[in-house]
C-alpha cells in the first residue's frame, strides 16, 4: 500500500513490491519508455529516451491533458532510477534479494517554498503508486514464467 506523508513545504509518497523476477527484467520495463503504456495502466504516454540526462515527456492518468517534462538525473543500471523536474523528484530503486526476486520502491517528493500555494492543486498519488507497483509486479512476473 502506497503511503504519503504531508508537510507544509513537501508531499512523499511511496511504495514497494517484492516481485519475483530477476532485476533485468524489472529495469527493462522501467527504462524503456515507448513500452509502458501497453503494461502500465497509470501511463498514457511516454516519449524520449530514458538515459542519464535525458528529458521525457510524461502524460499521467493524473492529469490527462498534462504533459510532464522530466530530467533522467540518476542511471544505474538494475538498481536506481531517478527522474524529476524542479517541484521535485522520483526515484526507482530495485534490491535484489538474492532469491531469484526483488524488492522494487518508487518514492516521489514533491516541494519547495511555493509548495503550499499550489499543494492543493496536485492530487494524490497513492492510488496510481499502487496500481503502478501492481502493474510492474504483474508483468515482471509474467515475463519471469515466461522464461
Known sequence: ??????????????VSADIKADAA???ALLTKASDYPRWNSTVTSLEGNIALGETIKLKSILDAKRTFKLKVKEFEPEK???WGD????????????????????????IGGLMFPMYAKMI????QSFDQFASDLKKESETIMNSK
Open 123 to 126: 492530487p494524490p498519488f497513492d
Open 86 to 109: 524542479g517541484q521535485g523528484n522520483r526515484v526507482y530503486t530495485i534490491t535484489k534479494n538474492g532469491n531469484g526476486a526483488v524488492k522494487f520502491s518508487m518514492v516521489e517528493k
Open 1 to 14: 500500500m502506497a503511503t504519503t506523508v504531508k508537510t507544509t513545504f513537501s508531499r512523499e509518497t511511496s
Open 25 to 27: 527484467i524489472v529495469w
Open 80 to 82: 536506481k532510477l531517478v
